[in-house]
């Protein structure tokens, strides 16, 4: 089974690894952005997360403008702003700002989860119901904003989002339930499925929304991807370490354990019970790990399976070098088209 012209993506949560500071982590962010910018990636997304120490990916917007001052070519993003956490004027000022920077560069992803624990997302937006009706107020009010169509209501019809630029940002929907898929197709934004979250439903989502999307001025057809845990090595010894990680990690996560920096010396004796083997069986399915050509296969599978032409890439690696070479493994067997070095700085070079 083939697919042409997949395009690959990146979400990167800016992790941080065992031995390694916050700060270091980010800036790994910063030097990944630069690497699959160079290798024909479509898109580099950014994480919401908030209190917890092992990502340190909690404010998009401000880390998009940096990594926009460090690439050419590729589209960056939130992968997502946590709506509920913000308010809609403040999201639309933020990424009309980063408009005008990056014009038609910019994507503006929304989750719906607060990326945090309820606890956190009250101290972050203190007026937080956690309604669907107030996400979906929100989504109008983003669209209203970014096109200066506010024009009913006394308040409404007085606010502008500043600055007023030409372009719009893409506009995203997030889920890892399926649900944000009837959203993403009434208001025809784009719709990205969290695979790496939730194995389960990813491809009847993207058939619904597909089936139910209406038009949008910003997007005519529609258009999704999905997001996946995957690392590419040609060492399988590597391989099977990463992949024992990430069976540890996710087991600790759902018995309360939170998220904290593993290396494979931390888990190499862990024991399970039956029961965690069937959850790590079941978790297995958010990660997908080969050789490069093995990944090309699973990849072009993934893609045919959910009927779309852009996968976006989530790699957490014990050793930083092999993240980079897992992305850059995985670009050279799909060929991306690399972007033509600009003239002059090759003279400089």
């Not at 990944?32 to 120490?53: C, I, M, P, Q």
């Not at 494979?264 to 959850?279: G, I």
């Amino acid at each position: 089974m083939t697919m042409k012209n997949i395009r690959l993506s990146v979400l990167d949560q800016s992790p941080v690894r065992k031995g390694v500071t916050a700060s270091r982590a980010v800036q790994e962010t910063v030097e990944l952005a630069k690497l699959t910018d160079s290798l024909g990636y479509t898109r580099f997304w950014v994480s919401e997360h908030h209190n917890t120490g092992s990502l340190a990916g909690s404010t998009p917007e401000v880390l998009i403008a940096h990594l926009g001052s460090q690439t050419k070519n590729i589209r960056l993003g939130s992968g997502g702003i946590m709506l509920p956490n913000h308010s809609a004027l403040k999201v639309s000022e933020n990424f009309r700002m980063l408009e005008a920077l990056y014009p038609g560069r910019i994507d503006l992803g929304m989750g719906r989860a607060p990326g945090t624990d309820r606890i956190t997302a009250s101290v972050l937006n203190p007026s937080n119901k956690f309604s669907e009706q107030d996400f979906v107020e929100q989504l109008m009010d983003l669209q209203n904003y970014f096109h200066d169509t506010a024009e009913t209501g006394p308040v409404a019809a007085k606010i502008r989002a500043i600055p007023q630029v030409d372009t719009v940002p893409g506009m995203w929907l997030l889920s890892s339930s399926g649900q944000s898929s009837l959203f993403a197709a009434h208001f025809g934004m784009g719709f990205s499925f969290a695979h790496f979250i939730n194995p389960v439903g990813g491809a009847q989502a993207v058939e619904l929304y597909r089936a139910r999307f209406q038009p949008s001025a910003d997007l005519p057809q529609p258009e999704a991807n999905v997001a996946i845990f995957a690392f590419c090595s040609e060492d399988e010894e590597k391989l099977r370490q990463h992949q024992a990680v990430m069976d540890y990690r996710f087991l600790q996560f759902e018995k309360g354990g939170g998220i904290v920096p593993l290396s494979y010396e931390d888990v190499k004796d862990a024991e399970y019970t039956a029961q965690d083997l069937e959850r790590i069986r079941m978790n297995r399915r958010r990660v997908i790990t080969g050789t490069p050509g093995q990944m090309k296969d699973i990849i072009t599978r993934l893609a045919n399976t959910y009927n779309v032409d852009e996968v976006m890439l989530v790699t957490i690696a014990e050793d930083f070098d092999d993240r980079l070479k897992s992305y850059e493994l995985i670009a050279q067997q799909f060929e991306l088209p690399v972007p033509k070095q600009d003239f002059n700085e090759a003279i400089i070079l």
